[in-house]
């Protein structure tokens, strides 16, 4: 039995060895055959992404200003023209699509872990005055945590600007020089006859009629920096042709001169300024400090026709054009050749006596014209009527009064009132107190017409056998009474000084 176990024993060893032999083998064979290479982590750059999303915040605010003014351009309204109401309606659809970008890039970006927003969102149209634009402005913020890159605030903007620089009109052949911009004064240089919309008014139309120009005969060259001749046939058209502008750049955003009675482009030959006249001032003499309406007309219909798109006014010296103070247009806006302008006038720094005020307009082509002018009287403000009431002491009442210890003080309380007899609050008094105390104090006379003044405490003990200090004397003098616009009148005064003792 001993013997059989040993045997097992020895077997079980000899089968160990063998199978850690083999095992030894297998790793060393699969080590000789394997080869060791570089392991390089790849990391995205923030800064690639950084400006990926940038220039996709670029793109977003010039579709969403697309949206924006294509809608608005294609709203049945746009030919008679109310902007605000209708454009609010836009705007919402601008700013939705601005969110839904936004919306997007954090999920394109979420394992980056950005924090992303936009504000100061703005979009403007101007397309019914004498300047010409579709723009949006906003701020990013941008973070992105993941790389420990914060606060990137990029302010961006979008715009499309139209500006008429001449006319040329020959019949019905009109040729209009046009100039382009977008954002930074950069040239537009993709504009193209199809994206190009021009109407013009019928010759003799009273009720502002407007028809569409045959797009076969409109035609647009490129003279660079952004100009653009643009030719058009017009039968029948106004002499000089009153239009409206509809353009669309390669973005897609819209810009317009759809005012309701049409855009006068000026004659590019024309050098002569408008003339100024009616110049007022209303008052006038005028009173200092104050202010006067200062108003005039601004007159090109026999100067050249062009449209008045500015006006200032001077007072006492003529400086260089465009140098004076800007004037208002009395209907709203710069969209005729006759204008009424005005400005409020301050006279506070003019000093007494007569002032030349001078006014004179400039038109769309950049001419000034003469100066108006009229002359306007300043005077000082008469001071206002003085009606100062009197005042004076009815009654001076004072009290020793006990306080804690073997401590005493007075209490004086003065009543003021005016001639009538009726109280007078808010009189400002003077007074001192003297005897046992002194001191110098001022208070002022609630709505009863009294004020109360406290002295200081004064130290008294009569002894244990009931001798020790005389009397304490407590005096209180009224000195002076003051209240602006009211008279002080001591001579009628009841009383200015009273006297309490104690005991």
């Known amino acids: 039995m001993t013997k059989n176990s040993r045997n097992k024993k020895g077997q079980f060893l000899v089968a160990s060895a063998l199978l850690f032999a083999i095992l030894f083998i297998s790793v060393a064979s699969l080590l000789s055959s394997t080869t060791i290479t570089d392991v390089k982590l790849l990391k995205d750059d923030f800064r690639k992404d950084a400006m990926q999303i940038i220039s996709n915040f670029r793109g977003a605010l010039a579709l969403a200003l697309s949206k924006v003014t294509s809608e608005l351009e294609l709203s049945p309204y746009n030919y008679s023209y109310t902007m605000d109401s209708l454009f609010s309606y836009m705007i919402m659809d601008g700013e939705e699509m601005m969110i839904n970008w936004q919306n997007t890039i954090l999920q394109q970006y979420a394992g980056r872990s950005i924090n992303l927003s936009i504000t100061n969102l703005v979009f403007k149209c101007n397309w019914n005055s004498s300047v010409f634009y579709s723009k949006v402005n906003a701020t990013m913020t941008l973070d992105i945590r993941s790389y420990g890159f914060y606060g990137l605030k990029q302010n961006v903007s979008s715009e499309l600007t139209l500006q008429f620089l001449g006319r040329k009109q020959v019949g019905d052949e009109v040729v209009i020089i046009i100039k382009v911009q977008k954002e930074k004064g950069l040239p537009v240089t993709d504009l193209k006859p199809s994206f190009t919309n021009i109407l013009y008014k019928i010759n003799g139309s009273l009720e502002n009629k407007f028809i569409n120009v045959n797009p076969s005969t409109l035609d647009l060259i490129y003279l660079g920096s952004g100009v653009y001749n643009v030719t058009f046939s017009a039968p029948d058209c106004t002499q000089p042709a009153m239009i409206k502008m509809i353009l669309q750049d390669g973005r897609g955003i819209v810009v317009a001169a759809i005012q309701e009675n049409g855009t006068y482009i000026s004659d590019i030959t024309d050098n002569v300024g408008p003339i100024t006249t009616n110049v007022l001032c209303n008052p006038n003499p005028c009173t200092k400090p104050s202010a006067t309406k200062l108003t005039a007309t601004i007159d090109d219909t026999s100067t050249g026709a062009n449209f008045i798109i500015s006006a200032e006014y001077f007072i006492d010296t003529k400086t260089g054009n465009g140098s004076g103070t800007p004037m ?127 002295s200081k405490d004064v130290y008294y003990w009569r002894g244990w056998g009931g001798w020790g200090s005389g009397k304490l004397i407590f005096t209180f003098t009224v000195d002076n009474i003051e209240k602006t616009d009211w008279i002080y009148d001591e001579s009628v005064n009841v009383e200015t000084s009273d006297t309490a003792y104690y005991p």
């Open 328 to 454: 208002s247009v009395s209907d709203g806006y710069f969209d005729s050749t006759l204008e009424n302008v005005e400005a409020q006038l301050s006279t506070a720094s003019l000093s007494s006596g007569n002032h030349t005020i001078y006014v004179h307009g400039m038109d769309a082509v950049g001419n000034w014209g003469n100066f108006g002018s009229v002359v306007l009287t300043v005077t000082e403000t008469p001071p206002p009527p003085q009606t100062q009431q009197k005042m004076h002491i009815s009654d001076v009442s004072v009290r020793a009064i006990p306080d804690w210890w073997f401590y005493i003080h007075g209490i004086a309380t003065v009543t003021i009132v005016d001639a009538d007899g009726k109280h007078v609050s808010g009189a400002k008094v003077y007074g001192h107190w003297s005897g046992s105390v002194s001191g110098s104090v001022y208070g002022y006379t609630g709505t009863n017409g009294k004020v109360t003044f406290y």
